[in-house]
């Protein structure tokens, strides 16, 4: 996996497409809930599953399919009526991008088994083919090791620059709001 911190500046850079001040805050949350939520199967080594399996570390709860019925989940659970200054649509295609780019994040890690994207359909897993991301370790305390130093340099490196630019290059290219001068 990549740290949870990488996957929620994923997320929140995501959101940069939709973002106007009036958007209720509760997305980004949403989205930033989302885009961890996937790691939860880690508690699955406790009780025995194995990394391999379709509850398994990257497993089912990696796909596309997770990520189409958390959605699902979370627009029943949090924004049955929608969400202030967002359509449901749209809010709809943040939450599942948000998750789903856990996946694709992990996939381009250089460690552990691939990703079962297309779960339950192919239970196979897949790593993209560029793997630049510096596994990070199962273990919380682990992260807080001389290794974890290079894993976060890694992460800063390959998630939260690229996110960065492609935040501020949407800021930069949004059409302005039409500005008080312009009412009648
Ligand atoms: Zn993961």
């Not at 949403?30 to 570390?57: K, N, T």
């Not at 996946?103 to 339950?120: E, I, K, Q, W, Y």
């Not at 083919?129 to 510096?134: D, L, M, Q, V, Y």
Request: net charge positive; charged share 10%.
């Amino acid at each position: 996996m990549a740290s949870a911190f990488s996957h929620v500046v994923a997320a929140l850079s995501l959101g940069t497409c939709l973002y106007r001040p009036e958007v209720s805050k509760r997305v980004w949350v949403a989205g930033a809930v989302c885009s961890v939520i996937p790691d939860l199967d880690v508690v699955g080594f406790r009780f025995g599953i194995r990394y391999a399996d379709f509850w398994g570390h990257r497993g089912f709860t990696h796909s596309l399919v997770f990520a189409a019925l958390l959605t699902g989940v979370v627009m029943f659970v949090c924004f049955r009526h929608g969400a202030p200054g967002l359509g449901r649509l749209p809010l709809s295609a943040y939450l599942f991008l948000a998750t789903a780019s856990h996946g694709v994040l992990d996939a381009m890690t250089n460690g552990g088994l691939g990703v079962a994207f297309f779960s339950p359909f192919n239970n196979g897993r897949y790593f993209l083919p560029w793997r630049p991301i510096r596994v990070s370790p199962l273990s919380f305390g682990r992260f807080f090791s001389p290794q974890g130093y290079l894993i976060l340099k890694s992460e800063l490196l390959w998630i939260w620059l690229p996110a960065a630019v492609f935040a501020l290059t949407v800021l930069m290219l949004r059409p302005r709001q039409p500005g008080a001068t312009a009412v009648n």
